[in-house]
């Protein structure tokens, strides 16, 4: 698993670290990384756990990258640590996040921030949420190739076109979209789940978190459900 939201997250994640270890250990699993909303709050915990079992851990971080043409629809896009340079590179990006990009409640991060830091790092695309998948879903299919371009310069070798299955309003057509554009343009694939709790019957509770961080209700009729109970810690032939 390559995108998990643990408790750090606060808002949208209920994984706790040594759970999210148990379980990848009995599942055989070689290596896990957690990539928290806009932090790295669970880091030391979660390389300490994983090491004590024998797990590679996979320093990581979601963040909220600017959206010049919309400012208040920052996009998704998903960074991995390769390196300690990369490792460092983040942590950066992440304070100048907190400290120079606040905007409507999120850590943004500017463009030309990212251009700077970009060493040391793999980049996942966000998938539906993310600059690429946008494109795709709006139709706007030179735009998304475009940018794919541009991320795939930026980040060698290094950047992936997400593939989310989760049962999410979008989430196929995103697929089909990023596969044919992962052919045109020779760039890699990567397959995530969006981890946000560890079993399937936790997406209750996590609803219900979601719900006190957005001050809803589960009852709501109108509540937008950005989540699915598909969101869970699968296994390897899941």
């Known amino acids: 698993h390559l995108k998990v939201h643990t408790e750090y997250s606060l808002t949208n994640g209920l994984v706790r670290i040594k759970p999210l270890i ?13 990539t928290d909303q806009s932090n790295l709050c669970a880091l030391v915990k979660f390389y300490k756990s994983t090491r004590g079992a024998g797990i590679k851990p996979i320093v990581g971080v979601d963040i909220w990258l600017e959206n010049e043409t919309e400012p208040a629809s920052p996009h998704r896009m998903t960074l991995l640590a390769k390196n300690d340079l990369g490792y460092r590179n983040m942590t950066v ?8 990009g606040q905007a409507l409640g999120k850590a943004v991060v500017a463009r030309e921030w990212l251009i700077e830091y970009a060493e040391g790092m793999i980049a996942l695309s966000g998938a539906k949420e993310g600059d690429v998948g946008k494109a795709l879903l709006n139709g706007k ?10 991320w795939m310069s930026l980040f060698p070798d290094s ?3 997400e593939l989310q299955r989760t049962s999410r ?15 045109d343009l020779s760039c890699p694939v990567v397959a995530t789940n969006d981890v946000q709790f560890l079993i399937e019957d936790d997406f209750e509770a996590h609803e219900a978190r979601v719900c006190i961080s957005d001050s809803d209700t589960l009852d709501n009729p109108t509540r937008e459900k950005k989540y699915s109970d598909q969101q869970y810690l699968k296994s390897s032939d899941e």
């Open 159 to 161: 950047f992936y076109l």
């Open 93 to 100: 990006l992440i304070s100048k996040a907190f400290t120079e």
């Open 169 to 183: 309003s979008g989430d196929e057509e995103c697929v089909h979209l990023s596969v044919q554009l992962a052919q």
């Open 22 to 34: 148990a379980q990848s250990v009995s599942g055989n699993m070689p290596a896990v990384a957690i």
């Open 141 to 150: 299919l030179g735009l998304a190739a475009e940018r794919a371009r541009f």
